[in-house]
T-cell receptor
Framework: DAKTTQPPSMDCAEGRAANLPCNHSTISGNEYVYWYRQIHSQGPQYIIHGLKNNETNEMASLIITEDRKSSTLILPHATLRDTAVYYCIVRVAGTGGFKTIFGAGTRLFVKA | DARVTQTPRHKVTEMGQEVTMRCQPILGHNTVFWYRQTMMQGLELLAYFRNRAPLDDSGMPKDRFSAEMPDATLATLKIQPSEPRDSAVYFC?????????????FGQGTRLTVV
């Protein structure tokens, strides 16, 4: 399984953009990049995913480098409620089985 | 509002007792995951099912853990006998697996304490 590397923690000022990096240098061509977050004591929450192209939804933007070896999750205007652990995951999608393996994640602190 | 439902939310039991955790996946989802979360190990994948068939349970201690899907609306995770080291939060997640990738929706978890 492809592995991901994330910084253990980051700070961000409220209202500013939070940019969370992730390295996945061993990613295969058919593996998607997924981002989840976990707010204290709750179940993980899906944020966004992508394969090659940059993606945007109502929660965040995902920027994937051309060589696909790294990506960045962008929360455009962070709020205090965005304080959470953010997980970057690579996973094979499609037919057959696959695994979603969570790493240690990045603990994001949004400060007023 | 579709969601994954887990019961019970909290369980305290004595060592040696059987524990059964239940999960109701989102209607129409064909894949169910069981995860365990502890401070030391983080989120660990225990098992997952697709169309009710177990695809991978390599993350589960086979001697005491078992996971089943009696029908499409119910997934169960059993521990027998339970041990203090099984104390953790157990999450169930479901998703609709299709080409192109999709997300998994997590329940609120069952917090298990074995004393």
């Amino acid at each position: 399984d492809a592995k991901t590397t994330q910084p253990p923690s980051m700070d961000c000022a409220e209202g500013r953009a939070a940019n969370l990096p992730c390295n996945h240098s061993t990613i295969s061509g058919n593996e998607y990049v997924y981002w989840y977050r976990q707010i204290h004591s709750q179940g993980p929450q899906y944020i966004i995913h992508g394969l090659k192209n940059n993606e945007t939804n109502e929660m965040a933007s995902l920027i994937i480098t051309e060589d696909r070896k790294s990506s960045t999750l962008i929360l455009p205007h962070a709020t205090l409620r965005d304080t959470a652990v953010y997980y970057c995951i690579v996973r094979v999608a499609g037919t057959g089985g696959f695994k979603t393996i969570f790493g240690a994640g990045t603990r994001l602190f949004v400060k007023a | 509002d579709a969601r994954v439902t887990q019961t019970p939310r909290h369980k305290v039991t004595e060592m040696g007792q059987e524990v059964t955790m239940r999960c109701q996946p989102i209607l129409g989802h064909n894949t169910v995951f069981w995860y365990r979360q502890t401070m030391m190990q983080g989120l660990e994948l225990l098992a997952y099912f697709r169309n009710r068939a177990p695809l991978d349970d390599s993350g589960m201690p086979k001697d005491r853990f078992s996971a089943e899907m009696p029908d499409a609306t119910l997934a169960t995770l059993k521990i027998q006998p339970s041990e203090p080291r099984d104390s953790a939060v157990y999450f169930c997640a479901s998703g609709l697996m299709a080409r192109g990738g999709t997300e998994a929706f997590f329940g609120q978890g069952t917090r298990l304490t074995v004393v």
